[in-house]
């Protein structure tokens, strides 16, 4: 064998591992130790609950145990950044929601590249807002909060996890299709915002169904209305807003996403396992039971999801003029 041959053999055999990173030989023996699924909100909210379902579900079917980290702040940004940063060998994996695609354009700049720095894995769930509002408020439908906001404005107060989360965007929505002004009170986390709209301090608050269903059922909150197309099957009783906005819909996805240049088997494998996680009886009946839908598919579906939310995200928050301190 000629040095020439020699060399262009033992480049080719390097180019062949590579592939081999990206091929079943990267899936072949993981997982082989503990995986990190990293939620980037305070716990109690949406996406901790999801988390928690499917994490604890993953654990037999990958055997080695998922670990759900809570790295709160910033809408998602502190813990969707330590992802972004992370070794990408599927082993630190984020689970968020629909607002990474909001918060490019509510920052003027983010740590990470949103585009480009994730790889989507898979949709878990999604989930209608739902407006909910302290029992002793003097509204009951959307149409008596929207009369009562315009003969008092900035009287009804609005509270949110955090500035330029989903919630918050959800009443900047309203404001838009009713023409009632509110007063957003930003908190540090659902468990703050929570608290204070259970004991009165602040009027009501969007936020997900499984973040509100057991305070509804329990009598300390009272629901106004559901952002779906349709009313949901854990609060059949309540109305749509768009009963009385046509069109008025904002539903928020949970869904898993590695950082960029993980191995693609690893993400396939990942999928699999989040696709079979989904189907358990248990997962499907708590999901159903907090007003979640499993979704699944694959990652290309997911993909495609969150590139079309990261322009319409683009373009209303643009509209309204939305912007977040840095």
Do not use: C
Not at 146 to 173: D, I, N, R, W
Not at 203 to 218: E, L
């Amino acid at each position: 064998m000629t040095q020439r041959y020699l060399r262009a053999f033992t480049l080719a055999a390097a180019f062949a591992g590579v592939l081999a990173l990206h091929g079943p030989a990267a899936a072949a023996g993981y997982p082989d130790r503990p995986i990190r699924m990293i939620a980037p909100f305070a716990p109690g909210g949406g996406s901790d609950v999801v988390a928690r379902l499917v994490a604890q579900k993953l654990t037999p079917i990958l055997g080695q145990s998922v670990v759900v980290e809570n790295r709160p702040g910033a809408s998602g940004i502190i813990g969707a950044d330590h992802v972004a940063k992370a070794t990408p060998d599927g082993y630190t994996i984020l689970m968020t929601n629909s607002a990474l695609t909001s918060n490019p354009w509510l920052y003027k700049t983010l740590p990470y590249n949103t585009e480009k720095d994730f790889v989507p894995v898979i949709e878990l769930a999604s989930s209608p807002t739902l407006l909910a509002a302290y029992p002793k408020v003097p509204f009951n439908t959307v149409t008596e909060l929207v009369a009562y906001a315009k003969q008092h404005p900035k009287h009804v107060t609005v509270g949110t996890p955090g500035a330029g989360q989903m919630s918050h965007l959800a009443a900047e929505m309203l404001e838009q299709a009713s023409g009632a002004e509110l007063m957003m009170v930003h908190y540090k986390g659902t468990a703050n915002s929570l608290a204070d709209l259970i004991s009165g301090n602040i009027m009501m608050s969007f936020g997900t169904v499984p973040g509100f269903v057991n305070q509804i059922k329990a009598g300390k909150l009272k629901p106004i209305a559901v952002a779906s197309a349709h009313r949901v099957a854990a609060l059949p009783d309540v109305p749509t807003v768009a009963e009385t906005y046509p069109g008025f819909e904002m539903t928020v996805w949970f869904g898993v996403f590695t950082p960029a240049g993980t191995p693609t088997a690893v993400v396939q494998k990942l999928n699999a396992a989040m696709e079979e996680a989904l189907k358990d009886p248990t997962v499907r009946s708590r999901f159903a039971d907090e007003g979640l839908e499993p979704v699944a598919g694959s990652p290309a579906q997911f993909d495609a999801l969150f590139r079309k939310d990261l322009a319409g995200w683009g373009k209303f928050i643009k509209e309204r003029g939305i912007r977040i301190a840095d």
